[in-house]
């Protein structure tokens, strides 16, 4: 059995979506169409890059596991995300 697996931390949704909620809205978008590496609590963005890979690259330069951060696509201003 691959114990790797098992080393994959628990991210507590409500935690993170109220601390990512509180970030100032111009950090926010100064990664609008971007990828960005966060805070497995939602309280800073990490790394960031034009692509998934650009960002998980940037993570791993700063000595980050990609698999110890929320990763997810910040879309352009009034961008509708349905």
Known sequence: ???RALDIPWVDSNLF???FGKLPEEEYWKFAEQFVGVS???TRI????V?????EARL????IDP?????????????SIL
Do not use: T
């Open 60 to 63: 791993r330069e700063m000595g």
């Open 1 to 3: 059995m691959n114990d």
């Open 46 to 49: 990490l790394a960031s890059g």
């Open 17 to 19: 979506w109220e601390n």
């Open 40 to 42: 497995l609590d939602g």
């Open 67 to 79: 698999s110890r951060v929320v990763g997810m696509y910040i879309p352009p201003p009034g961008a």
């Open 51 to 55: 692509d998934e890979q650009e960002m």
